[in-house]
């Protein structure tokens, strides 16, 4: 789930995993967080084939939205603990859209320091190009580093549009509700 840990020590960029880390930390979690998987990497990510958002991410952020309602983050922690998929799945369902808003701008952000990264890279190339250099003898690393981080945008991008997705559907759901006869 961590492609930055097979380039820094084994020197390649695995391209072909099929989870990364969400990059979704959490400052001073709670032990109700930890026991959600805040903390454990392995849990916290984003699948890399069309961008699904594991059900520790769900989860965490529902839990912390549910900080403004302790009633109903009790309920879901205990739903949690008890392993009750249908009143999780209820939770999820309740909060999909206020869930999917939350994590966006965390999305967008990575997409930007991706972006960022891309940018400069491609600067670099181009400059040693220009000096009428091999980038690959100047730089051996930097198509590799590419390469990496292009990956990580592609993915972060998947994510980007799978919660745009959600947006849009789950704001379609509540309109259409409110046109509903009472």
Known sequence: TNP?????????????MPEIFSQLIFANP???????????????????????????????VV????????????LFYDAFLKGDKVE????????????ALTLRPHVVNNIGEQRELLGRI???MKQVESDGLN??????????????NQFLYNVFELVRQR??????????????AQLQPQ
Request: aromatic fraction near 8%.
């Open 30 to 60: 709670s032990d109700e967080m930890i026991a959600l998987g805040c903390n454990d990497r392995s849990e916290m990510v984003y699948r890399t084939e069309d961008g699904g958002i594991a059900n520790s991410v769900w989860d965490c």
């Open 4 to 16: 930055h840990r097979f380039l820094i020590i084994f020197g390649f960029s695995d391209i072909t």
């Open 163 to 176: 919660l745009d997705g959600i947006a849009e559907m789950e704001v379609k759901k509540r309109r259409e």
């Open 63 to 74: 839990y912390t939205l549910l900080k403004q309602v302790p009633a109903e983050q009790a």
């Open 88 to 99: 999780l799945r209820r939770f999820h369902e309740k909060y999909l859209l206020e869930a």
């Open 122 to 124: 491609d600067g670099i």
């Open 135 to 148: 980038v690959n003898q100047v730089h051996p690393q930097l198509s590799m580093i590419r390469q990496h």
